[in-house]
């Protein structure tokens, strides 16, 4: 079945540390979202990007890094830098054209130790 | 004033209640709507899309626009304990740019 998969459901990251998380698609897409969503906030945009080997920073990219070398593939890591970073992590993608809705992987809840 | 407003509830209805979820937008140049529902612990899925002013109807979800008002509301018919959830308007401009959300609305339908 064709979807976005994101690893692990649950992560738990100890103060310092840089942490991954995965988020994988099959459906082709050109364009992949990484969002944040807290409780009361909504859904906020960190990072995108629309084409391999390039990518935008959101609304609140600070404390975040991606990378974007396949198509299928937006990683998204959580620096040190984070002081914040207990959320709910939603990837999300779509077709990269004009007016496409996006299609959302199942999140990963990021806690802290 | 943010560019989209949607009540977070909660609301709470009984089963077979109609329920009228509503955003409020303040940027002219949205052009495209959609309503998303997300169960606890899951992504958002997809439920209505549409560009144009007026009713579509997808069994019981009807979606309207009323781009005049800067206004759309999403209708549930015949609600049921499984369309608990919480509720997501999004909406982007003409052009390929990430969508703008609302908080979006939990709603809960009681049995």
């Known amino acids: 079945d064709g979807g976005i998969t994101q690893s692990p459901k649950y992560l738990f990251r100890k103060e310092g540390q840089n942490v991954t998380l995965s988020c994988e698609q099959n459906?082709?897409?050109?364009?992949m979202y990484w969002y944040r969503q807290d409780p009361g906030q909504g859904l906020r945009l960190i990072y995108y990007?629309?084409?391999?080997?390039?990518?935008q920073k959101g609304d609140i990219a600070e404390g975040y890094s991606v990378s974007r070398e396949k198509k299928e593939s937006f990683p998204l890591t959580v620096t040190s830098a984070q002081k914040n970073p207990t959320a709910f992590y939603l990837c999300?993608?779509?077709?990269?054209?004009?007016?496409?809705?996006?299609?959302f992987g199942d999140g990963t809840r990021l806690s802290i130790l | 004033q943010k560019e989209v407003e949607q009540d977070p509830g909660p609301l709470s209805v009984p089963e077979g209640a109609i329920v009228s979820l509503n955003c409020t937008y303040s940027?002219?140049?949205?052009?495209?709507f959609m309503w998303y529902r997300q169960y606890s612990r899951k992504g958002p899925e997809l439920l209505m899309y549409?560009?144009?002013?007026g009713n579509k109807e997808d069994g019981r979800f009807t979606a309207q626009v009323d781009k005049s008002s800067k206004y759309i509301s999403l209708f549930i018919r015949d609600s049921q304990p499984s369309d608990s959830a919480t509720y997501l308007c999004?909406?982007?401009?003409?052009?390929?740019?990430?969508?703008?959300f609302g908080k979006g609305t939990r709603l809960s339908v009681i049995a």
């Open positions: 999300a993608s779509n077709a990269g054209v004009r007016n496409q809705p996006q299609h």
């Open positions: 459906l082709n897409h050109d364009a």
């Open positions: 990007s629309q084409i391999v080997n390039d990518f």
């Open positions: 940027n002219s140049a949205f052009q495209y």
């Open positions: 549409t560009y144009s002013s």
């Open positions: 999004a909406m982007i401009p003409s052009g390929n740019t990430p969508l703008v």
